[in-house]
């Protein structure tokens, strides 16, 4: 069996009008419900990316993350989209990885010139807590 390592790739950052859009691509070993869990659940945000203080997972559901503000989930299909609209939209798209793992094609779009946060170091306390547990 091959073990996949983990990665981050940050891609382009495109600007249309006032809106910016950054994309990440994620190659996880963990299978998608391990991270899934990590990016859609109270418990999985808190441990990597900030404290839930409302969390109605479905479409259309309450959001709020301290630090980052509240809004609504946008997009919502299990263990495959998962859509915020907190600092702009944040949007976590799951793949079955090959052989194994997961791809996390993951964008943020937001306005203005504003820098946006530190997106590579979550993403490295997101690995961090995926290979702990």
């Given at each position: 069996?091959?073990?996949?390592?983990?990665s981050?790739?940050?891609g382009?950052?495109?600007?249309r009008?006032?809106t910016r859009?950054?994309?990440?691509?994620?190659?996880?070993?963990?299978p998608?419900?391990?991270?899934?869990?990590?990016?859609?659940?109270?418990?999985?945000?808190?441990?990597?990316?900030?404290?839930v203080?409302?969390f109605e997972p479905?479409?259309?559901?309450?959001?709020?993350?301290?630090?980052l503000?509240s809004?609504?989930i946008?997009?919502w299909?299990v263990?495959?989209?998962?859509?915020?609209?907190?600092?702009?939209?944040v949007?976590?798209h799951?793949e079955p990885?090959?052989?194994?793992?997961?791809?996390v094609?993951?964008?943020?779009?937001?306005?203005?010139?504003?820098k946006p946060?530190?997106?590579?170091?979550?993403?490295?306390?997101?690995?961090d807590?995926l290979?702990?547990s």
């Amino acid at each position: 069996m091959t073990r996949s390592i983990p990665s981050i790739e940050e891609g382009a950052t495109e600007t249309r009008e006032d809106t910016r859009t950054l994309h990440y691509l994620l190659r996880l070993p963990q299978p998608v419900d391990k991270v899934w869990a990590a990016v859609a659940t109270p418990e999985g945000l808190r441990g990597w990316l900030a404290a839930v203080e409302v969390f109605e997972p479905r479409l259309g559901g309450a959001v709020a993350l301290h630090g980052l503000g509240s809004g609504r989930i946008t997009a919502w299909d299990v263990e495959r989209v998962a859509e915020y609209t907190v600092e702009g939209r944040v949007r976590f798209h799951l793949e079955p990885g090959v052989p194994d793992g997961t791809t996390v094609r993951f964008t943020h779009a937001y306005e203005g010139e504003r820098k946006p946060p530190g997106w590579r170091a979550r993403f490295e306390r997101l690995l961090d807590v995926l290979t702990a547990s």
